[in-house]
């Protein structure tokens, strides 16, 4: 039996298997209490002024740095009188980030852009191999609003590796992960813009760019191009400089047509015009004129989309025909809305 053996064992035996058995649980007890002080003394907040050093020294390809668990802030591992084995645990090294994580951004970003324009150029510099850092920060800089959107977007995506970078850490240490609060870029372009009604002093930069927009064949409306009109809106960047507007002309005391829809290239695609034409239909709301229309050029039917949200509903398909190709252009539609 089972039981007898027992029985039978000598007590020295017996002695010494407890004495064993005492050894081991002290030791794991003792192991466990140094790795829970261990861990303790890795803890550490992760407030945003030490968020902001990590980001700042995470892109410094040159150098080693580690975050100073005790102090709480970012140390170089080239400081002077710093010896990481001194306290074991002190010091912990900083998110892996490198050129290649970088590049990924970049390209990341890029295909987010809904301005083809930009978005063309900023996929022309990261094919250029050698230099291509450089060539993306050149390219952003003569689009000032889109670099605004790439410094938004690159910290926002930054911050969530440290974010998860800390999280493994809170894991490792038994603690509750934190969560996450990206920033909010979608209407952040819209915010670096304002908007007022506009007047004849705007008439150069309206001439302009309506000059731009009929060169660049990127689409006018068909009407006669009358600036400011009877209800005419600026769009601005945060620098004062012209980004866009809407002009329009009374036919009746109860009929708007709007005249002209114009924005910088640079600025298509995050909202502008869209933007406008609301300011525009709250105005003509205000002064009780209840039927408003626009003539889509050729090939921004995409923008019916922005239209039928406003109530414009598709009245008409127009057709021009070209005296010099002797060809059908189809010119679209003159949406009415509704009452």
């Not at 039981?3 to 466990?32: K, N």
């Not at 020294?57 to 170089?76: C, R, Y």
């Not at 800390?166 to 934190?178: F, H, K, P, T, V």
Request: charged share 25%; with cysteine.
């Amino acid at each position: 039996m089972i039981e007898g053996y027992a029985l039978r064992c000598p007590h020295s035996l017996r002695h010494a298997r407890a004495s064993t058995v005492a050894t081991s649980l002290h030791s794991s007890i003792l192991c466990l209490f140094r790795v829970f002080a261990y861990n303790k003394n890795m803890q550490f907040e992760l407030s945003s002024a030490l968020i902001d050093e990590i980001l700042f020294f995470m892109e410094d390809q040159d150098g080693e740095f580690l975050v100073d668990t005790q102090e709480g802030l970012v140390i170089s591992a080239d400081d002077e009188g710093f010896d990481g084995d001194a306290e074991e645990g002190r010091y912990i090294s900083l998110p892996e980030w490198d050129s290649s994580e970088g590049f990924r951004m970049m390209e990341h970003f890029t295909a987010t852009l809904r301005n083809a324009l930009v978005r063309e150029e900023l996929s022309a510099a990261l094919d250029r191999g050698r230099g291509v850092f450089r060539a993306f920060k050149n390219t952003l800089v003569r689009y000032p609003e889109t670099e605004k959107l790439w410094f938004a977007y690159k910290e926002r995506e930054m911050k969530r590796t440290v974010i998860s970078w800390y999280n493994a850490l809170r894991e490792s240490w038994g603690l509750e992960l934190i969560g996450e609060e990206p920033e909010d870029i979608t209407g952040l372009t819209l915010e670096d813009f304002y908007f007022r009604e506009g007047s004849s002093a705007d008439m150069p930069h309206a001439e302009k760019l309506h000059k731009d927009c009929i060169q660049g064949d990127t689409g006018v409306l068909s009407c006669e191009w009358v600036f400011p009109g009877d209800i005419c809106f600026v769009a601005l960047t945060a620098g004062g400089e012209f980004a866009g507007y809407v002009s329009a002309q009374k036919m009746s005391d109860a009929l708007l047509r709007i005249c002209a829809l114009e924005t910088e290239q640079e600025y298509r695609g995050l909202g502008l015009g869209k933007t406008l034409i609301t300011r525009l239909l709250e105005k003509a709301d205000s002064l009780n004129i209840s039927n408003v229309i626009i003539d889509l050029p050729a090939g921004q039917e995409f923008f019916s989309r922005a239209l039928l949200r406003e109530e414009f509903k598709h009245r008409v398909t127009r057709f021009c025909r070209d005296q010099q190709t002797k060809t059908l252009n189809p010119e679209p539609w003159t949406p009415n809305p509704a009452t």
